[in-house]
């Protein structure tokens, strides 16, 4: 394609992130974070790793310093999020289509028009030349010169390059300026319409804030703030979740010593809420059926917590230590087999069912899930998701609350699955919105669904459903006693439960 030399490159203000002034702090550094940068984005890319763990994991055995870790974070995942605008842009200055360009030259590619696109600190020239020397130093010689080629082109005149516009191209626009795959922008737009739906989408481009959830057993959430706003001066408390505080939009929290002793933990607000929908009490049992990584399970103050895979509930286990919580115990099971063994001795009185789902809810925490999750995929985990449902069911007394949770904003994986399993339990409803706990009572809609919006409340997009299985009081006198009798010592005596 012919192209006219338009001079020195300026971002273009196309809703991408704020521009930041500031000298180019990279254009002179060793190219090592931008090499585990790409080789993150190509297993990515090529295996279908997860962003997160795989990007951590190389992080840990890296020794890059501080500064260079936060820019290899930034271009992981900077790339991700607006892939679908980079990839665009770049096939105005390509002969042939990205897909059928060599994997690292590809990546390579990526990682450049990024830092030309979107990061201000970093020069264009600085940004071509070392995706160049990534591309070499990645065994990938061969297609330097296209690599050089391609981005000094784009450099030189890809604000000249018009985007699809919402009100003529509403598709193009989500797919090519949003960044949104085709099958994602397309179900958008159905639900939603061209301006909720680009609202959301552009909402799922940002960088989510930082939140944490106090430890209550460990200090009032006010002086928790109060030691946390020399570091996070913006620190404030979340608008719903009653423990949750917002730090900012960045930094890192894990390595304070508060968070080493347990104060509290790093989770989305929308996350919290969930476990405000379940509203455990005190004296009661709680299973949590999908309780890895743990961010819910910790926040339940009693329960069985249960997953299928045994690695991750290292994970529940590791957090439950340093959060200091006695009564949690953790199984590795299989949830959508049976849990008869768990209900033989009265059952529960409260469960979460914090189903595995698409995760398009999260797409700004975790970006890499917009071109992994295949348009196949939710009708898939619906059924998953109503066989755990349905197992969870069976092991909860009468007159106890059931919750059903995913972290996506599909009807299929939501509603439909909470309406298909009440049309075959009528024992079921749904709890009455007036009566969920005024925690989450603003967030819960007519049918009494909770729904958390990025583009409307700043969190992960959330969908939760709370379910009382109905049953008279002397039904749930008769579990509580058979639970009693099955707690009884060898010796006859009642064991003591704690009360909290």
Same mark, same amino acid.
């Given at each position: 394609m012919s192209v006219k030399p338009t001079g020195r490159p300026t971002r273009p203000r196309r809703g991408g992130p704020p521009r930041r002034a500031g000298a180019d702090l990279h254009a002179h550094a060793p190219t090592r974070a931008r090499l585990l940068a790409l080789r993150v984005l190509e297993r990515v890319q090529r295996a279908g790793a997860y962003a997160d763990v795989l990007l951590h994991s190389q992080l840990a055995r890296s020794g890059l310093g501080p500064v260079d870790r936060a820019f290899a974070t930034e271009l992981v995942y900077g790339t991700l999020r607006w892939r679908g605008r980079i990839d665009y842009l770049l096939g105005r200055f390509l002969d042939r289509p990205l897909d059928r360009i060599e994997g690292i030259a590809a990546t390579a590619l990526r990682l450049g028009a990024y830092q030309i696109l979107f990061n201000d600190r970093v020069r264009a020239s600085a940004a071509v030349d070392e995706a160049v020397r990534c591309a070499r130093a990645a065994g990938a010689e061969r297609v330097t010169g296209l690599v050089n080629a391609v981005l000094r082109r784009l450099a030189q005149h890809h604000a000249s390059e018009p985007l699809p516009a919402l009100d003529s191209d509403p598709l193009g626009h989500l797919m090519h300026a949003q960044s949104l795959p085709a099958w994602i922008a397309a179900r958008w737009l159905e639900l939603y319409g061209p301006a909720?739906?680009?609202?959301?989408? +552009? +909402?799922? !481009?940002? !960088?989510? &804030?930082?939140?944490?959830?106090?430890? #209550?057993?460990?200090?009032?959430? +006010?002086?928790?703030?109060?030691?946390?706003? #020399?570091?996070?001066?913006?620190?404030? &408390?979340?608008?719903?979740?009653?423990? $949750? *505080?917002?730090?900012?939009?960045? $930094?890192?929290? !894990?390595?304070? &010593? =508060?968070?080493? *002793? $347990?104060?509290? !933990?790093?989770?989305?607000? *929308? =996350?919290?809420?969930?476990?405000g929908l379940l509203d455990p009490q005190p004296g009661e049992r709680v299973l949590d059926t999908c309780a890895a990584p743990g961010g819910k399970a910790t926040a339940i103050a009693e329960r069985l917590a249960l997953d299928r895979h045994p690695g991750r509930l290292d994970l529940v286990r590791r957090a439950a230590r340093r959060l200091q919580l006695g009564r949690l115990e953790c199984r590795a099971f299989d949830a959508t087999l049976d849990l008869a063994e768990f209900a033989r001795d009265g059952g529960f009185d409260r469960v979460l069912v914090d189903a595995p789902c698409s995760g398009l809810g999260s797409l700004r925490r975790n970006p890499d899930a917009r071109w992994r999750v295949r348009e196949t995929d939710p009708a898939r985990l619906a059924g998953l998701q109503k066989a755990l449902l349905t197992r969870a069911s069976r092991v909860l007394v009468p007159g106890g609350v059931l919750v059903y949770s995913t972290c996506t904003l599909l009807p299929e994986e939501n509603e439909a699955v909470v309406e298909s399993f009440l049309r075959e339990s009528p024992q079921f409803a749904p709890t009455p919105p007036h009566e969920v706990p005024e925690e989450v009572r603003a967030l819960v809609d007519e049918r009494g669904y909770l729904r958390c919006w990025p583009h409307r409340h700043d969190t992960d997009g959330f969908f939760a459903a709370r379910l009382e299985r109905r049953g008279s009081f002397a039904q749930r006198a008769a579990s509580c006693a058979q639970r009693a009798e099955g707690e009884r010592r060898p010796d006859g005596r009642a064991e003591r439960r704690p009360s909290g």
């Open positions: 909720e739906a680009a609202a959301l989408a +552009a +909402a799922c !481009t940002e !960088t989510p &804030p930082l939140t944490v959830r106090a430890n #209550p057993h460990r200090g009032e959430l +006010a002086e928790l703030l109060d030691e946390l706003r #020399p570091i996070f001066p913006d620190a404030r &408390p979340c608008r719903y979740a009653r423990y $949750g *505080a917002v730090l900012g939009r960045r $930094g890192n929290a !894990t390595a304070l &010593p =508060s968070f080493l *002793a $347990g104060r509290f !933990t790093v989770q989305d607000e *929308a =996350s919290q809420l969930v476990v």
